[in-house]
């Protein structure tokens, strides 16, 4: 089997936060299956969070069309890269973007969440993070309210792309000190 994954900012838009917001399968147009994938998803990164004192991110509507369309994207293209602007233009402030693929294994949002957390074995704590440690930083960067969740199947049924949108984005530089901190069990 064989995986990727790849984190970043850029992504524009102005989003009204909505606080324990809930995605339906209908107003965004996800399967029940991809609507499972994503409250799933969520409960991972609130789980990956809680020992780095980051407290629990809503699911957001808005943010996980926007990270469905790319998924899907993705798994028409077969290409793993970020999203182009045109795709994340909603406003003036920057969002984060973390994907993953999978190739002939089924996606969950456990295994996305874990491939970018283990990336936290290579930060250095107390120092601005570094590009092959962005996932796991957005991942845990306190700041962070909202996500939004997508994935898609490519049309051979071989590879599995998921995104995960972050609202207010992580990977800010100066900012790293006072927004991923060390785990609980380890200060």
Known sequence: TRENSATGKG??????????STLS???????ED????????????NAARRPYEAQPVHLSDQLS?????????????????HSPQEWRSLGRQTLGENYF??????LTGDKMVRKWLKEGKRYMFGYDGRRDTENFTQLVWRSTK???????LS????????V?????????PNQYAENVHLPASTN
Request: no cysteine; glycine share 10%; proline share 5%.
């Open 11 to 20: 992504l524009v838009g102005t989003v009204n936060p909505r606080t324990n």
């Open 25 to 31: 399968a209908s107003s965004i147009g996800l399967s």
């Open 34 to 45: 991809n609507e499972a994938f994503a409250l799933a998803t969520v409960q991972a990164i």
């Open 65 to 81: 069309e926007i990270a469905q369309r790319w998924a899907e994207q993705m798994a028409r293209t077969g290409k793993l890269e």
């Open 101 to 106: 693929a999978s190739f002939q294994v089924p």
């Open 146 to 152: 909202e996500v939004g969740v997508g994935r898609a």
């Open 155 to 162: 049309e051979d049924g071989n590879w599995s792309y998921g």
């Open 164 to 172: 995960a949108i972050f609202d207010p984005p992580g990977n800010i």
